[in-house]
């Protein structure tokens, strides 16, 4: 590769998220994974996203099976205290950016509260935790490899649930259409039913519980469940081989790359607009909208890169708060 850019062994681990991220734009997905720049600044929805998930692992160690569904009384102590741990890392106060006011930490106090309440005596939560926080991989072939990230595993009397924590600032519609076309949830079906293959009684594929609090003035907790039958699963299946390969494609072009030349050839830049589903502007727009090609920036430490850090992401970083491994 190139002097400015030496192989990482990131590039080998692939997952759900640098997948949808190549899906979303393959340029994103250079500057991302393949050269590791994350914005410096400090990111509310993932801090605040980070400290919820703990809460919320926090509570699903606390729930009770066998008798007494939904959350001791008590849970909430230890939940919040989880969330504030990892809150304190990045903030002070009890509101970590102004431009989000509802992200705070009395909110997730009181959302943890009302999810307490929720699921103890509305729709009290029946089952039982397997794992939380589960770092693992799935050979799908001998030449490709998919990795995840588990929020749990948990068992009901009607099957394997698979919990994902989100969060989310609008519910109603705009939620529940949200998870349909999902990768990442089909790569979880896909690890968790190879995991499951030989358990007696396996009657059907796990599914995704994805469960989201909604972060407005009055947080409200919605859920949704993403489910597949082998059919669609398979032509999941199909799909992850063909993003596999496209990922390695573009690899394979940048090797061939002439940073003299107007643009990069590979990795192109996306044509539509350049914000995610909640209008947020993707953070490398600036460098994007320049049309200077990329190699030369990054060769010649162009000070438009100095707003960002290189942090590569890699799924199966055991330090990063996963507590179980599967090698499936
Ligand atoms: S600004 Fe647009 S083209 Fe550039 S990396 Fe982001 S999404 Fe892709």
């Known amino acids: 590769m190139f002097n400015f850019l030496p192989y990482h062994p ?85 509101i970590g ?87 990442q949830f089909a790569i979880y079906v896909l690890a968790v039913s190879a995991f499951l293959e030989n358990k007696p009684n396996q009657r059907k594929l796990p599914c995704v519980l994805v469960d989201g609090t909604i972060f407005t003035k009055v947080p409200k907790h919605e859920r949704v469940v993403f489910a597949l039958n082998i059919e669609q699963l398979n032509a999941w299946i199909v799909q992850i081989h063909q993003l596999i390969a496209r990922f390695y494609e573009n690899l394979e072009f940048l090797e061939h790359e002439d940073i003299e030349a107007l643009d990069m050839s590979c990795y192109p830049r996306r044509t539509v607009s350049c914000q995610n589903y909640y209008g947020r502007p993707c953070p490398f727009k600036e460098i994007c909208w320049m049309g200077k090609n990329p190699l030369k920036l990054l060769a010649e430490g162009s000070p438009h890169l100095n707003s960002f850090k290189q942090e590569y992401w890699n799924p199966m970083d055991l330090s990063d708060g996963a507590r179980t491994n599967l090698e499936i």
């Open 97 to 183: 950016d102004a431009k989000y006011p509802h992200k705070s930490l009395s909110s997730a106090v009181i959302a943890l509260e009302s999810y307490i309440r929720k699921h103890t005596y509305e729709e009290p939560d029946d089952f039982k935790v397997i794992y939380t926080e589960i770092a693992g991989s799935l050979e799908l072939n001998e030449f490709d490899k998919i990795h995840f990230r588990l929020d749990g595993l948990l068992e009901s009397s009607n099957g394997f649930i698979i919990p994902d924590h989100k969060t989310a600032s609008s519910g109603g519609d705009r939620f529940k259409n949200s998870w349909d076309m999902h990768l």
């Open 10 to 94: 990131t590039w080998e681990i692939l997952d759900s998220t640098k997948l949808g991220r190549m899906m979303t734009c393959d340029r994103l997905s250079f500057f991302m994974d393949i050269c590791g720049l994350q914005p410096i600044q400090e990111s509310i929805h993932l801090n605040f996203g980070t400290a919820w998930h703990s809460a919320k692992e926090h509570l699903l160690w606390c729930h009770e099976w066998d008798g007494k569904p939904g959350y001791p009384a008590e849970s909430l102590r230890g939940a919040v205290s989880a969330f504030q741990d990892e809150w304190r890392e990045h903030y002070s106060g009890d």
